[in-house]
């Protein structure tokens, strides 16, 4: 069987064209998650988070956390009342905005605990915003969430 040039030429073009088409379905359909939906407003707040960052790398005692049997333990510094003490614990998991979670500080003893039931398995940037009177702080770090043990 003989292909004249013309032939060659379309089945050339037409493969090429089927191609960008396909790759373009691929990419339009594709997950995109953004740290957070209003990017542009977080900026502007982003010398207040510096600032908050500096006052709880100062405190004497800092904020800390650690994943136990339980849960998502913090531990908030000794020196500050639970009454007095507010804010909240964000967990964002950069791979899926879906598992990211919001837990508000409840305070007991100087530490939290946060139910391992509520929180998917995974690696999560944890962002603790809070509040002792009326100075803030902000500290953040990462946990790994092991699966669940049945």
Known sequence: MKL???????AVYVSFV????????????????????????????FQGKIDKAQRAA????????????SGLLVHYPAGFRDGDISGEIRLYCPSDDRNDRQFAIRSNNNGQTVALSQIPAGRYKIQVDWKNGDKTYWNEGVVVIGPKKI
């Not at 004249?4 to 379309?10: C, P, R, T, V």
């Not at 100062?58 to 049997?69: F, G, M, N, V």
């Open 58 to 69: 100062e405190l004497p005692e800092p904020l800390s956390w650690q994943i136990t049997e």
């Open 4 to 10: 004249n040039w013309k032939a060659l030429i379309a």
């Open 18 to 45: 089927s191609m960008i088409l396909l790759l373009v379905g691929m990419s339009a359909g594709q997950k995109i998650d953004l740290v957070t939906d209003h990017y542009y407003e977080e900026e502007l707040k």
